[in-house]
């Protein structure tokens, strides 16, 4: 009887242990699986990153070929002064700078890639304050400019040491003084074309700059906040007051607009390929769970796990693609629903071979429940790591449930 009873122990551990060793073993395969899809993904994610460099030299093209990002330097003023054979200039104080832009913004074609750039009417004026002493009958210098000189429209015009304005060719215009006047005020308006973004560089006692446009998704940069601003679906209006004591001496300080648009499909596209390991791995377990849970004992070849990883990396190919002819939000939920779809169908004619509707309905839910979740993480970039972490507490709490009377030492639950 004692070797009888040993028998069955021994045999009783023996089926215990081959029950484990299968439901791990099959874990480790669905791991394999994962790490061998990481393969893929590391290639769709060159893909991206290529598409980006394509769209980033049509920029570039556009940008040669228009203006490129322009940044208005503050105008100055000297004197030329004998010393001794030679001449020097004597810079002048800019005291009051106010400066007023309105930026017409439309896009541009480039193949099929839409750039954003701008017409700008300009306006400089103000007047330098007389730090020298007696200039009359020197000659001086007013000089302006611009980062891309290539977007001037027309020629600049300038009213200096006179009541009207003059058109000019050049952006200096030399005057000679004929009395020594304690404040020079100036006035110059241009045209200027330029891309992605407007900034005005700050240099006077006193600076006002107000910059307004037709572009409803504005980002304002530089140095300061506008005091003022207001954002309208038909334009923008930014205003700043800047004192001189504010502005660091050390380096260049500027205030400007950025026309950024209003969401880039290939950062978009970047940011969701990072979540596609998660986006597998919850898949993955899913169809584990219904494998070890369901009543049936219907295995799933691994080979089967491998042609649903890739259906579902082919959703990211299909988003990219899509999302440069359309929205991103048409392209995610177009590639969703394709991606849905497949996986749906295919659960219920081959995993569950047309015996469990319950199923193929459940994998579908959970899957557009998921991609419904990682859309809100895409676009509430703020509060992606509060509700990421939230959801995935939830889905760990389902999960621990679902299993909660799986028996992982034996094949028989």
């Given amino acids: 009887m004692d070797e009888n009873k040993y028998c069955n122990e021994s045999q009783q551990i023996q089926k215990t242990t081959s029950g484990s060793n299968s439901k791990i073993k099959k874990f480790y395969i669905i791991f394999g699986m994962l790490l061998l899809l990481l393969i893929p993904i590391m290639l769709i994610g060159a893909l991206v990153n290529n598409r980006e460099n394509y769209q980033a030299k049509a920029v570039r093209n556009v940008q040669m ?6 940044v208005i330097q503050a105008p100055s003023l000297a004197v030329k002064v004998p010393n001794k054979k ?3 200039f004597k810079n002048l104080q800019l005291d009051n700078y106010d400066v007023e832009i309105i930026a017409n ?6 193949g ?9 009417n300009v306006t400089l004026k103000g007047d330098f304050k007389n730090n020298y002493g007696n200039i009359k009958n020197l000659e001086a210098v007013l000089a302006f400019s611009v980062s891309d000189s290539k977007g001037f429209i027309t020629p600049p015009e300038i009213k200096f040491l006179s009541n009207d304005f003059k058109f000019v060719n050049s952006t200096k215009e030399t005057k000679r003084l004929t009395e020594n006047l304690q404040t020079i005020p100036f006035e110059i308006k241009y045209q200027l074309r330029g891309s992605e973004s407007i900034s005005v560089l700050l240099g006077g006692e006193n600076n006002n700059i107000e910059i307004e446009g037709n572009w409803k998704n504005p980002e304002f940069i530089g140095n300061f906040l506008p005091g003022e601003k207001e954002v309208r679906d038909d334009g923008f209006e930014g205003e700043w007051s800047i004192p001189a004591i504010a502005v660091s001496l050390k380096t260049d300080t500027n205030v400007g607009v950025s026309f950024i648009t209003p969401v880039d499909n290939y950062r978009m596209a970047s940011r969701a390929l990072k979540y596609s390991v998660l986006f597998l791995a919850l898949t993955f377990l899913s169809f584990f769970i219904f494998e070890i849970t369901s009543e049936k004992k219907k295995p799933i070849h691994q080979f089967q796990y491998l042609m ?7 959703f990211y190919l299909l988003l990219v693609s899509c999302s440069e002819i359309m929205p991103f939000w048409i392209a995610y939920t177009i590639a969703a629903v394709m991606t849905v779809s497949l996986i749906g169908m295919y659960t219920y004619n081959v995993i569950t071979d047309k015996q469990d509707k319950r199923f193929a309905f459940l994998i579908s839910l959970i899957m557009i429940l998921l991609y419904i979740f990682f859309f809100l993480l ?24 679902v299993t909660r009377n799986v028996d992982w030492y034996n094949d028989n639950d």
């Fill in 65 to 70: 070929a228009w203006a490129g990002n322009q």
């Fill in 86 to 88: 030679e001449y020097e």
């Fill in 105 to 110: 913004t439309e896009y541009r074609k480039k």
């Fill in 112 to 120: 099929m890639f839409k750039v954003p750039v701008y017409t700008a």
């Fill in 308 to 314: 649903m990883g890739a259906s579902m990396l082919i």
């Fill in 378 to 401: 895409l676009v509430l970039q703020d509060l992606s790591l509060l509700v990421g972490s939230l959801v995935l507490f939830i889905i760990m709490s389902i999960i621990m449930y």
